[in-house]
């Protein structure tokens, strides 16, 4: 392919989350061969000035490197719909009107702005492809004929080579990977504390929920708080975990629990547009209903035991079957589904 790519996401690492953003960094990784150019969000910070600045600034870097420069891109594929689309319509309008634009929509661009505004909306209309990483992703988008695919953004290679540990072997009763917050359940996990004493708990990540499950840990001495890893050092975790709890409130899909199911780990899932999208309870791991808190404490409970004591036959099947349904999941899969749909986006150019 001898036409230019250029991939853009409002996402980068930042020190409270150093690896923010690493699926769409696997997916340019993994289409190196298109030699894509990647834009991303360096400017990126927990501070007020960095709320009320960053995208502006991010425009202006995007003018500065992009709009100005003498090289020429035929398509741009954004991560995150809005507002980034504004880069990409800012290119079109003043450097190529016939760059083609592929959006890829994670989650928060679709929840957070419903009821859809009219700069949105008109926006979406620029759209020349959409991908949704769910069904339920999709079908919560206000326009339903747009031409479209759904297509996660893919795990890291490294999952692919995960090792089988029967469930004696592994260090961990439960695992948890991602952003500390309300929105991801963390407050779900301190409220569950009290039923799974005893256990062995590690959280890898980092969020608002931090010094509150840091205290917890005194109390708690099975829980272990780990800063956020790298992919490979993530496969160790996962591979020394028993289980994978998923507590989120919303997930458009949730790559964390295909790199658990990826290294055998069954996992516990509340009810998602990503749970739902790959996990069928019972086979791959199970699903709860978060429709009433005190009964999803219990039901946790219920599973998390069901889980850690069923017969070991029963627990490496859902270890086997887990794993065969990630593997469609790894992102060098995704990127040749990419390259193909740039291919004859560009064709018909």
Known sequence: MDKKILIITNMGPKLSAPFQGQFVKNQVDALAQLQPAYFFMRWHNDSFLNRLLKYPVLWLQFFGQFVLSRQRYDLIHVHYFYPTIWLALTYRWLRNPKVKIVVTCHGSDIYLYQPESAWYKFAAKTVDYWIFTSAQLKAR???????SMVLPAGIHPVFAKAELKSRGDKRFDLLYVGSLDHNKGMDRLLALLPLLQGLQIAVVGQGSYRSQLESASSQYPGLQL???QSPAEL???????????????????????TEAMACYTPVIATVTDGSQAQIIDGETGFILSQKDEAQLQQQLQ???????????????????????????????QVAG?????YQSLL???
Request: a neutral charge.
């Open 141 to 147: 988008f206000f326009n339903q004929q747009v031409p």
């Open 226 to 228: 780990f800063s956020p």
């Open 235 to 257: 496969q160790v975790f996962y591979q020394d975990s028993r289980c994978f709890l998923s507590l989120s409130r919303n997930e458009s899909f949730g790559l964390v629990m």
């Open 302 to 332: 219920q599973a998390v035991q069901r889980l850690l004591t069923m017969p070991a036959a029963d627990y490496q099947q859902l270890q086997l079957a887990g794993r065969q349904n990630a593997e469609q999941y790894l992102v060098t």
């Open 337 to 341: 589904q990419l390259q193909r749909l």
């Open 347 to 349: 064709d018909v150019a």
